[in-house]
């Protein structure tokens, strides 16, 4: 390690893998990083490079030490640059990461994100690598500085950690037993974002339906989660109707929900708040009984298509996504059948497939029944060109359609021969449409737009029709205020968007955040 030569404020940037509560400490630690002095790398190699890294697939790790290796020759041409690593794989491996990478210089987990820049300074001043590795959260992340990447969208963590036991999955056992935010606190983040121009959040937990687990009992929860929950409402479901009483808030997501906690009053919730979107993320992973018990999913597919239809019935706009893992130890033909059954009965909007991977730590990886990857590939084929047509029939069901669409930043390829836009609708499906004249002024991320779909596609829809109409909203102003500031940076991940800057494509994790 070098001691740096400071000719000024330092220079960071993050490259972020996983899933969207990696993106949202991402966000906490660039926050963190600029409240301490540092400014975002434009061009050249920046001073400071921090991965924030997931550990739910078998080759994470080799991901995470080919890009380290990548960056040993830059940093050994720049004296003073530092390496830090944070996130869910450094909270499994720990020490090895410095054994097998002895040029970085920071070992972060994810119960102290809010420690990166004391263990970079102090690894500066003491010129050895700092390990610090906590085994409970610290500090709650929504209490800590935020560079937020987009002024008209914003993630709003409600909990952390997860109380499930999926064999399949390792990060409970990263991110620890359920914590959850007061509604208070929630509510009044979701406040300040919507002061600050935002126009949609997207509540965020591991398992955002189990909200209120994290209090204990209700005779001795805070007096604010009783009175969400007066009548016998969850609590989800009262947060749910609580955002839709702030004022100025258009749009409202929430991921990811585990089907056996979702429960009617959140369906109700959903269609009885205005600002709550028609849209839903609800993982599957298997059709099989079998697998599903093999996983230990406590649901059957009977109960998870008894939700698909409970939310078609109160909301029948409502644009429905899944993710499904192909292949999992013990898979038979039949039980794949069974997958392919749930899918042609939900007839979902879109889905998440992955091919099962070992993840080390997960009692999954030592299961008897491990498939051939040929197996795994040809039903992965057969799935996702199953889910492919049904995606293509429900795009085709909206054409036609008026759709109000929140410009995004980012989203999809820009076409300039067609002068095409992009943005979400209410549903989050993804809108390609054409610029309006330049009569009806210009078009800013964080507007909205009334436009008329014109040709779907599996994955996007297109109106080049004129638009209809143009609505200049205070996220756009928030978005123009910004403008001049360093471009948001790339994440890879694998969930739909919320209108926020575009991933990179994802690595496939078999999980969104993650149930």
Known sequence: MNAPMETGARTYEIRTYGCQMNVHDSERLSGLLEDAGYVRAGEGDPDVVVFNTCA???????????????????????????????????QKDRDTIVRRAPWVDVVFGTHNIGSLPALLERARVRDEAQVEIEESLVTFPSTLPTRRESPYAAWVSISVGCNNTCTFCIVPSLRGKERDRRPGEVLAEVEALVADGVLEVTLLGQNVNAYGSGFGALATAPDEVRAMTAGGQSAFAGLLRACGGVEGLERVRFTSPHPKDFTDDVIAAMAETPNVMPSL??????????????????????????????????????????????????????????????????????AFTFQYSKRPGTPAAT???????????????RLVALQEEISWEENKRQLGRKLEVLVAEGEGRKDGETRRLSGRARDNRLVHFRAPDEAAGAVRPGDMVTVEVTYAAPHHL???????????????????ARQGAAAPQGVALGMPGIGRPAPAPAAATGCSTCP
């Not at 790790?61 to 450094?90: E, F, S, T, W």
């Not at 297109?462 to 123009?480: F, H």
């Open 462 to 480: 297109v109106a080049d029709k004129p638009v209809e109409a143009v609505r200049r909203t205070r996220a756009g102003d928030a978005w123009e």
């Open 367 to 381: 299961m008897d029944g491990q498939l051939p990857k040929e197996v795994v590939q040809e039903r992965y084929e």
């Open 56 to 90: 739910v697939r078998e080759n994470a790790d080799n991901r995470l030490y080919g890009n380290l290796g990548h960056l040993r020759p830059v940093k050994d041409g720049r004296p003073g640059m530092q390496i830090a690593v944070g996130g869910c794989l450094a």
């Open 281 to 350: 993320h609800m993982p599957l992973q298997s059709g099989s009984d079998a697998v599903l018990k093999a996983m230990r999913r406590s649901y059957r597919q009977e109960r998870f298509l008894g939700i698909i239809d409970k939310v078609r019935a109160a909301i029948p706009d409502a644009a429905i996504t899944t993710d499904i893992i192909v292949g999992f130890p013990g898979e038979t033909e039949e039980d794949f059948e069974q997958t392919l059954h749930v899918v042609r009965e939900a007839r979902f909007s879109g």
